[in-house]
C-alpha cells in the first residue's frame, strides 16, 4: 500500500501540465528577447545600476565574450519559435553551453594570433590555454569552430544542406576530354564489364522503400541525366534517346508545407496512459514519442508476461482518458520490441510535394519509376520505386483524399521523366480528375473516359506485352532495364559516335548532300535499322475501378490480371484506385498480382480487411492519412500523403506543354484528338471508336491503294536503305497491321531480309538496282 500510494503522489499533475508546449515556448522565447534587450543596453549605461553591475562583473568574467550572451539569447528565443521537439530543454542547454565556451575559446585564440591578450576573460583562458599546448593556435581553433558549428545544429534541429557538399563532389573523369584512343577502350571496357548476373545482383541490393537517406549510387543520378554538373565531350547533340533536353519542371511550381503540428503536452498524456492502464493493473514504461504531420506516438514498453491483446482492448478507455478519437494501437512496432499508441494532432501539418521532391533521397536517386508517398510518424519522407512494386492499388471513401495521391504520384512520375521514358495511359470515367494531363506529350492516347474502350485499351496493353517479350526473346535480355542499359544503350552510342566522326571527318570538305545526309541521320536517330526499338516504361492509370467493374466486370478482371502477372520484365505498371472496396470489385485474383497497397480512411473493419487483409485502415483520420503495404512489409506503416492543388498540377502541365515542344520525337503528336497524329507502333488504334480489326478490313479491301502504297515504301526502302516495322509506320502514317504485311511482301519479293529481332532488317537491293527493277515490273504489268 505504502508504494503506491507513493508511485501516486509522485506521477501527480504539476502546476505546469495543464499548459501546452508550445505556450511554454512562446513564453520563454519572450523572456530571452528581454534579456537580450537587457544585456545590449547594459554597455551604454542603458540598464540602470544593476546593469552596470552584472556588465562590469560579466566582462571580468567573459571579457569580449559577453556580447555574445544577447546573441546567444536571439538564437534560443528564434530556436524556441521553430522547434517542436517534445524534449527541447536538455539538448538546447547542453548545445548552448557548447556553443558559448567555444565562442569564448575561438575569441581568446584570435587574440592571441594577433598579440591580444585577456579578450575571452577568465574562462576563455581556461579553455584555450591547455588546447594551445596540446594542439597548437589554429588547429585549436578549427576543432573550437567545429564545436560552434554543431552546437548551432542542434539548437536549431537542422542539418547542413546536402547541396553545399555536392557542389564539392565532381566528377574527375569529365573534367577532361578523353583522346580518341582512351574513348574507344573506355566504352569497350564499359560495354564487357558488366554481366547479367551484375545487374541482377545490383537490382537486389537497392532498396524498394527509401526514407530520408540518400543512395550511394551516384552515377545515373537525376542530376547527370539533366545534364546538370557534367561537361559534355562531344560537340554534336541530338534531340533523341538519352541525349534529348529533358527539363524538369521546377520546384517552385509545387507547394511546400504548412503549418506546424499541435501534438499537446507530451509529459502530460504520457502520465495519463501510464496511469489508465495502471487501474487495470497493466504495469508498462513510457519510452520515445515520434511527432509526426497528423498524430503523435506514444511508444511504450510493457512488463514482461503481459499479453498484447489486453492493451489492444482498453482502446476505448484510453481514447476516453486522453479525449482523443480516433486513437489506433500498434502491438508491436515493427522491428522494435515496443507498443505505439497513435493519438490525432490538434492541428496537422499539410505535406507539400514540393517538399518531398527537393529532397536529397529524390533528387540523387537513379530510379526512373521513383515516386513520393508522403512522410512517416516520425516526419521522415518516404519513397517508393514503382517498378519493384510493381503494381500499385489504392482504395478509399470519399475525402480520404485518394485523387489527391494519385495526382502526387503522377507528378512524382513526370519529374523524373520525358516522353521518351515514360508512357501514360489514364482512364477517367468520372471526367474531371485525370483530364488535366490531357496535352501533356507523354500519353499515348487522350485520356479514356469510356468503360469500353477502357477494355480495348487493355487488351491493346497485352499485346504490346507480348510484343516486347518477343524482342527481349531474341535479344536474350530478362527485362526492360537489362535491354535498356546493355543493348539499346550502347547501339544508340555507337551511332551517335559514328555520325560525330563523319561530321569531323568532312568539316573542311563538305557538301551541301552531305550536310544535309548529316542532318537528316542525326534528326532520324530512331530511325536507324543499327539501333535497337527503344522501350519505354509504360503506366497505365485507371480511376474509379469501380465503375468499369459494374459494367464489365469479368473482362476488366481479365484484363488486368492478366497485365499485372507479366507485365512487370517488359515495364508495363498500374495504378488502379476504386472508393468501393469491395469484394466484387477489388478481387481475390486482383489481390493476388497486385501486392503493393494503400488504403485510406474507409468506414469499416470489413473494408479495411479486403483491402489490406488487415484491420486499422477504419481509424485514420482522412485527409490523406493513410497504410501502405507492399510484398516485402510484414504490417502496413501509416504515412501521412502529400497534398497537390488543382492549381499546381495545372502549372506544371502548363510548363510541360511549353517546354517539350521543340523537343518531342517524331512518333508523338501534340495533337492527340486525331488518329493521323497518333501513330505509335501498337496504340495507333486506341483513338479510334471503332474496332481496329474493322479497320485492318477496310485496308485489306482497297487493293488499288495498297498496290500504289506498296510500290512508294518498295522505293522508299531501297533509297533509304532503311527497312523496318515502326519506321515504315512512322513514315507513311499507317497502322501496325498493315506495315506488318508490307514488310512481309518486301521479305516474299527479296527487296529486305529476314526479321532479326529488335533490329531493323538488311536491305538486299542497291538503290542503282531500283530502276531496272522498277522497269521490269512495268514489262511484266
Known amino acids: 500500500m505504502k508504494t503506491k500510494k507513493k ?27 528581454a534579456l537580450t534587450i537587457f544585456f545590449i543596453l547594459s554597455p551604454f549605461g542603458k540598464a540602470g545600476v544593476m546593469g552596470d553591475k552584472i556588465f562590469n562583473w560579466l566582462t571580468a568574467f567573459f571579457g569580449a565574450g559577453y556580447f555574445i550572451i544577447p546573441l546567444l539569447f536571439i538564437i534560443l528565443a528564434v530556436s524556441l519559435m521553430r522547434d517542436s521537439r517534445p524534449q527541447f530543454a536538455r539538448t538546447t542547454v547542453v548545445a548552448s553551453f557548447l556553443f558559448f565556451t567555444s565562442t569564448l575559446g575561438i575569441i581568446e585564440l584570435l587574440g592571441i594570433a594577433f598579440g591580444l591578450t585577456n579578450k575571452g576573460g577568465w574562462l576563455g583562458n581556461f579553455i584555450e590555454a591547455p588546447l594551445v599546448k596540446l594542439f597548437d593556435v589554429w588547429i585549436s581553433f578549427v576543432f573550437l569552430l567545429m564545436f560552434g558549428i554543431i552546437s548551432l545544429l542542434v539548437i536549431f534541429n537542422t542539418k547542413l544542406p546536402a547541396r553545399t557538399l555536392l557542389f564539392w563532389k565532381k566528377d574527375t573523369k569529365n573534367d577532361e576530354p578523353l583522346s580518341k584512343d582512351e574513348n574507344e577502350e573506355e566504352s569497350n571496357a564499359n560495354e564487357e564489364e558488366a554481366t547479367e548476373e551484375e545487374l541482377s545482383q545490383e537490382k537486389e541490393s537497392e532498396p524498394d522503400e527509401i526514407h530520408s537517406e540518400p543512395e550511394p549510387e551516384q552515377k545515373n543520378s537525376l542530376k547527370k541525366m539533366l545534364g546538370l554538373g557534367t561537361n559534355s565531350t562531344s560537340s554534336f547533340s541530338y534531340n533523341y534517346g538519352s541525349n534529348i533536353k529533358f527539363v524538369p519542371p521546377p520546384l517552385k511550381l509545387l507547394n511546400g508545407d504548412k503549418g506546424k503540428p499541435g501534438f499537446g503536452d507530451i509529459k502530460a498524456n504520457s502520465n495519463i496512459i501510464k496511469r489508465t492502464l495502471e487501474k487495470f493493473r497493466i504495469n508498462v514504461e513510457m519510452d520515445e ?119 502526387a504520384l503522377i507528378i512524382s512520375l513526370l519529374f523524373r521523366n520525358s516522353s521518351e521514358n515514360l508512357r501514360l495511359i489514364m482512364v477517367d470515367p468520372k471526367r474531371v480528375e485525370l483530364t488535366l494531363y490531357n496535352d501533356i506529350p507523354h500519353l499515348l492516347t487522350p485520356v479514356i473516359t469510356d ?80 539501333i535497337p526499338e527503344r522501350m519505354p516504361y509504360i503506366v497505365v492509370v485507371i480511376d474509379e475501378l469501380a465503375t468499369i467493374m459494374s459494367s464489365y466486370p469479368r473482362e476488366l478482371e481479365a484484363g488486368i490480371v492478366r497485365l499485372a502477372q507479366l507485365s512487370r520484365a517488359v515495364g508495363i505498371h498500374l495504378i488502379l484506385s476504386t472508393q468501393r472496396p469491395q ?69 506544371v502541365v502548363k ?77 507513311f502514317r499507317i497502322g501496325y497491321p498493315r506495315a506488318a504485311n508490307i514488310m512481309d511482301e518486301l521479305e516474299q519479293d527479296g527487296v529486305v531480309g529476314p526479321s532479326d529481332g529488335a533490329k531493323g532488317r538488311q536491305v538486299l537491293i542497291k538503290p542503282t538496282d531500283s530502276t531496272t527493277n522498277s522497269d521490269d515490273d512495268n514489262d511484266n504489268e
Open 7 to 33: 508511485k501516486e503522489s509522485v506521477e501527480k499533475k504539476s502546476m505546469w501540465d495543464g499548459i501546452a508546449l508550445e505556450v511554454k515556448h512562446s513564453a520563454l522565447s519572450i523572456i530571452f528577447i
Open 655 to 731: 510548363h510541360i506543354i511549353q517546354t517539350h515542344k521543340e523537343h518531342l520525337p517524331s512518333e508523338i503528336a501534340i495533337d492527340i484528338t486525331s488518329q493521323e497524329n497518333n501513330t505509335d507502333v501498337i496504340f495507333a488504334s486506341m483513338t479510334n471508336d471503332g474496332d481496329s480489326a474493322n479497320e485492318d478490313k477496310r485496308d485489306n479491301n482497297d487493293g488499288d491503294s495498297d498496290s500504289e502504297l506498296y510500290k512508294k515504301i518498295r522505293e522508299f526502302v531501297i533509297q533509304s536503305q532503311k527497312a523496318s516495322t515502326s519506321y515504315l509506320q512512322r513514315k
Open 583 to 651: 469484394v466484387s470489385v477489388i478481387t481475390g485474383l486482383i489481390k493476388a498480382n497486385v501486392p503493393s497497397r494503400i488504403a485510406l480512411q474507409v468506414s469499416s473493419y470489413v473494408d479495411s480487411k479486403t483491402i489490406l487483409d488487415t484491420g486499422g485502415a477504419e481509424k485514420l483520420l482522412g485527409a490523406g492519412d493513410m497504410l501502405y503495404c507492399s510484398g516485402e512489409m510484414s504490417k502496413p506503416i501509416r504515412l501521412q500523403s502529400a497534398f497537390i492543388t488543382t492549381e499546381e498540377i495545372k502549372n
Open 289 to 407: 514519442v515520434s511527432v509526426g504531420p497528423s498524430i503523435t506516438r506514444y511508444a511504450l514498453k510493457p512488463a514482461e508476461g503481459v499479453k498484447l491483446s489486453r492493451i489492444v482492448g482498453l482502446q476505448d478507455n484510453l481514447a476516453l482518458a486522453l479525449a482523443a478519437h480516433p486513437i489506433r494501437i500498434e502491438a508491436p512496432i515493427p522491428g522494435k520490441s515496443l507498443i505505439g499508441i497513435e493519438i490525432p494532432n490538434s492541428a496537422r501539418t499539410t505535406v507539400g510535394l514540393g517538399t518531398l521532391l527537393k529532397e536529397n533521397a529524390y533528387q540523387s536517386s537513379s530510379k526512373d519509376l521513383l515516386v513520393a508517398l508522403g512522410k512517416s510518424i516520425d516526419g521522415k519522407p518516404h519513397f517508393a520505386n514503382l517498378a519493384k512494386m510493381p503494381h500499385l492499388l489504392i482504395a478509399g471513401q470519399t475525402g480520404a483524399g485518394k485523387s489527391v495521391t494519385v495526382h
Open 451 to 530: 468503360p469500353q474502350k477502357a477494355i480495348r485499351v487493355l487488351n491493346q496493353v497485352a499485346k504490346e506485352m507480348e510484343r516486347r517479350y518477343d524482342i527481349l526473346g531474341a535479344e536474350k535480355a530478362p527485362n526492360v532495364e537489362f535491354y535498356t542499359k546493355k543493348i539499346y544503350e550502347p547501339a544508340l552510342k555507337k551511332y551517335q559516335e559514328k555520325i560525330a566522326k563523319k561530321k569531323k571527318e568532312n568539316a573542311n570538305s563538305i557538301t551541301d548532300n552531305n550536310e544535309q545526309s548529316m542532318e537528316e541521320d542525326a534528326d532520324n536517330i530512331e530511325n536507324s535499322p543499327n
